[in-house]
């Protein structure tokens, strides 16, 4: 009796949730970063002859990487929390791709993506794609720093614990210029701009949320145009009202001078 009383209760609550997730809306977010201004772009990396052969140098350097109309690549955004705040249940969808693993890969004697978006407990496969041995080391302030030699065609898996406030550093002992960035967050709702400038977050809860906007140049981006409005944040956070649907917040207009 008191067994299919427990069955009967579980079953009710597990409905109840599946009527919120159901009766909750959803909105997916666009945008695009774009620099307003001329930069200066960093020089290519110098590397020894005997190297730069393998790695097909010099190589561009990818720290910061702007296309001919002005688009930033690899800015990073990620759903920000005010003190005490709790993190809204993530779209159905985001479940299965948290089991999904992420992959960093040496490639060209480069870092490739130069920025990736990690769940905590996410398996991460350090993938060593070059002619050549790589080393993989990345520190972090959560989680215990890693260091290893991945050989050539081989991979190495790790996972990240704990959510990290800003993203970890990677590079390779062995040859210097090669550095990333590696995100990771509890929450699935983050994005990182392409090469056209341009970031999706899809399945966002219906409301007003806040994102924290990050670049590896300047760190978090203290200001912004936005819709028009210019937005001036010491964290970088933006607030973003979503709506059902598709919401395209266009261009996102980065001054030059923030990027130097």
Same mark, same amino acid.
């Given at each position: 009796?008191r067994?299919s009383?427990?069955?009967i209760?579980?079953?009710?609550?597990?409905g109840?949730?599946?009527?919120? %997730?159901f009766?909750?809306?959803?909105?997916? /977010?666009?945008?695009?970063?774009? #620099?307003?201004g001329?930069? !200066?772009? *960093?020089? &290519?990396?110098?590397?020894?002859?005997?190297?730069?052969v393998?790695?097909?140098?010099?190589?561009?350097?990818?720290?910061?990487?702007?296309?001919?109309?002005?688009?930033?690549?690899?800015?990073?955004l990620?759903?920000?929390l005010d003190?005490?705040?709790?993190?809204?249940?993530?779209h159905?969808?985001y479940?299965?791709?948290?089991?999904?693993?992420?992959?960093?890969a040496?490639?060209?004697? %480069?870092?490739e993506?130069?920025?990736?978006? /990690?769940?905590?407990?996410q398996? #991460?496969?350090?993938?060593n !794609?070059? *002619?050549i &041995?790589?080393?993989?080391?990345?520190?972090g302030?959560?989680?215990?720093?890693?260091?290893?030699?991945?050989?050539?065609?081989?991979?190495?898996?790790?996972?990240?614990?704990?959510?990290e406030?800003?993203?970890?550093?990677?590079?390779?002992?062995i040859h210097?210029?090669m550095?990333?960035?590696?995100v990771?967050?509890?929450?699935?709702?983050?994005?990182?701009?392409?090469?056209d400038?341009?970031?999706t977050?899809e399945?966002?809860?219906?409301?007003?949320?806040?994102?924290? #906007?990050?670049?590896?140049?300047?760190?978090?981006?203290?200001?912004?145009?936005?819709?028009?409005?210019v937005?001036?944040?010491?964290?970088?956070?933006i607030?973003?009202?979503?709506?059902?649907?598709?919401?395209?917040?266009?261009?996102?207009?980065?001054?030059?001078?923030?990027?130097?």
């Amino acid at each position: 009796m008191r067994r299919s009383i427990a069955v009967i209760l579980t079953l009710t609550v597990l409905g109840i949730f599946a009527q919120d %997730l159901f009766a909750q809306q959803w909105g997916t /977010v666009t945008g695009r970063f774009v #620099v307003k201004g001329a930069v !200066a772009l *960093p020089a &290519p990396f110098a590397m020894p002859p005997a190297v730069a052969v393998v790695c097909a140098g010099p190589l561009a350097n990818p720290q910061l990487r702007v296309g001919p109309k002005g688009e930033l690549q690899d800015v990073a955004l990620w759903l920000y929390l005010d003190r005490g705040q709790q993190a809204p249940v993530p779209h159905p969808m985001y479940a299965p791709l948290r089991k999904l693993p992420v992959q960093v890969a040496n490639r060209g004697c %480069l870092y490739e993506p130069h920025v990736a978006m /990690v769940q905590p407990g996410q398996t #991460v496969q350090f993938v060593n !794609a070059d *002619p050549i &041995p790589h080393n993989f080391k990345v520190e972090g302030f959560a989680n215990p720093g890693i260091n290893f030699l991945v050989p050539i065609n081989g991979m190495q898996p790790h996972v990240f614990q704990a959510e990290e406030r800003y993203p970890m550093n990677a590079s390779c002992a062995i040859h210097p210029w090669m550095a990333a960035k590696i995100v990771i967050r509890e929450s699935p709702y983050m994005a990182v701009s392409g090469d056209d400038g341009k970031f999706t977050i899809e399945n966002l809860p219906v409301g007003t949320h806040k994102f924290q #906007v990050w670049h590896e140049k300047p760190g978090n981006i203290k200001e912004m145009n936005l819709g028009g409005k210019v937005v001036k944040d010491r964290k970088g956070v933006i607030e973003i009202e979503v709506k059902p649907g598709q919401n395209d917040l266009g261009d996102i207009m980065i001054d030059a001078n923030l990027l130097k």
